[in-house]
């Protein structure tokens, strides 16, 4: 669920969920992204934006299947941009699938799922993020080719 696999090669909702049952049918963990756009969080659309995502797709499986998955949270405005959402918005964002997940599926389901932020995430801004209490790890993209820049990431938890 990539938003550039969804912009660039239009993966439909129908498509990722074929995608995820593949991965849990041959024993993969598949990591599933959600985000909003710019203008879809500038007009306030960004919650139902997220929650149309998650429900078009996640929450077609059954609960033993969603418990084998990884949510990564990457606003689309901050991939490759050097933006990122500050921590506020992340643990907004976080805390809110968090809550969609236990309105799904259970609380503990939802306590016990990983849900990682992606989102030019870099040194200066880890440990800010992931010390936000929904916040449970990194997506990281291009600061994992520099190796500094990774294990200062890594070393922020």
Not at 8 to 29: D, G, H, P, R, W
Not at 88 to 115: V, W
Request: one cysteine or more; charged letters at 25%; proline letters at 3%.
């Amino acid at each position: 669920g990539h938003s550039e696999r969804r912009e660039y090669f239009n993966e439909s909702s129908e498509q990722l969920l074929l995608k995820v049952k593949n991965c849990i049918a041959n024993n993969l963990t598949p990591v599933f992204c959600c985000g909003e756009k710019l203008e879809e969080r500038e007009n306030q659309q960004h919650l139902t934006i997220i929650q149309n995502q998650i429900s078009e797709v996640l929450f077609k499986l059954e609960q033993v299947d969603f418990e084998k998955i990884i949510i990564a949270y990457e606003p689309v405005w901050a991939i490759g941009t050097g933006k990122t959402a500050t921590a506020e918005q992340a643990q907004e964002i976080h805390f809110f699938i968090r809550s969609l997940i236990g309105k799904k599926y259970s609380n503990e389901t939802a306590n016990k799922t990983s849900i990682l932020y992606g989102g030019s995430c870099k040194p200066s801004n880890a440990k800010e993020l992931f010390a936000q209490p929904d916040i449970d790890g990194g997506l990281i993209g291009g600061a994992s080719l520099i190796a500094n820049d990774f294990i200062q990431i890594a070393e922020s938890f």
